[in-house]
């Protein structure tokens, strides 16, 4: 069995083995992905456009929850704070101890045409994803993985500044492993996004940036963590607020 290689890029980490990518395709819309709204523990695939108006004034009442204040310094801030990449055994989250790690559960989540190494109804070697970030469709193999990243929507360094830096280190491993905070999505995407927030970094794709906006939220209201200001107003802004 090949070793997963991991890639540290700001809390953001690559899926599978370190090599490169296959390219994306035409644009996604595959009709699975769920509105965040009806997928509040992030156990459904995707992420649905927001576009009726009473859905996205129920995000601009989820992401008004929010509380905020200053973003701290990055010291101390080390990967390792929150357990080793992808473990299985993270307490507090939804498919936790179910014999397969957070990564390959997510791509089961959200890929289709699954193919799986022989042997394994867990370990994935090939999918096609609905990539939300960017509205492309990517054909993924495990021996070129690298177009594929699993996103961290609130990145663990952003989490280090704005607090979880004083949490139990189980809550730590809750946030890194919890579905609900983690999406495949375009390499590309996730390496530009690094440890931004909201105010800093929105998905390419214009039509799913309230969605983004309500996931993030989400996330900080699950783990009673603040965002900045500028932050919660770029939020609230696509949402129409």
């Known amino acids: 069995m090949l070793a997963a290689v991991v890639l540290l890029v700001s809390g953001c980490e690559r899926l599978g083995e370190d090599d490169s990518s296959t390219g994306s395709g035409p644009t996604a819309s595959d009709g699975r992905a769920v509105s965040p709204l009806k997928n509040p523990d992030g156990t459904k695939p995707g992420l649905a456009p927001l576009t009726t108006d009473a859905d996205k004034a129920a995000a601009r009442k989820l992401i008004e929850e929010l509380s905020t204040k200053g973003r701290g310094p990055k010291t101390g801030y080390d990967r390792d704070e929150f357990g080793y990449a992808w473990m299985d055994t993270a307490d507090g989250v939804p498919l936790a101890r179910n014999g397969c790690d957070t990564r390959n559960d997510l791509i089961r989540r959200d ?129 129409g607020g």
Request: net charge positive; aromatic share 8%.
């Open 111 to 239: 890929g289709q045409n699954l193919r799986f190494r022989a042997g394994s109804d867990c370990v994935v070697i090939a999918m096609t994803l609905d990539d939300p970030y960017t509205g492309t469709i990517i054909e993924w193999r495990k021996q070129k993985a690298t177009e594929v990243q699993i996103d961290h929507v609130v990145p663990l360094s952003y989490s280090w500044q704005m607090g979880s830096s004083r949490w139990p280190e189980a809550k730590r491993k809750q946030l890194a492993n919890d579905v609900l905070n983690l999406i495949p999505v375009q390499g590309r995407a996730n390496s530009a996004k690094g440890d931004s927030g909201p105010a800093s970094w929105l998905p390419p794709s214009k039509p799913i940036r309230c969605a983004y906006a309500v996931r993030f939220a989400q996330v900080a209201i699950k783990y009673e963590m603040p965002v900045t200001a500028a932050d919660k107003q770029m939020m609230l802004r696509q949402c």
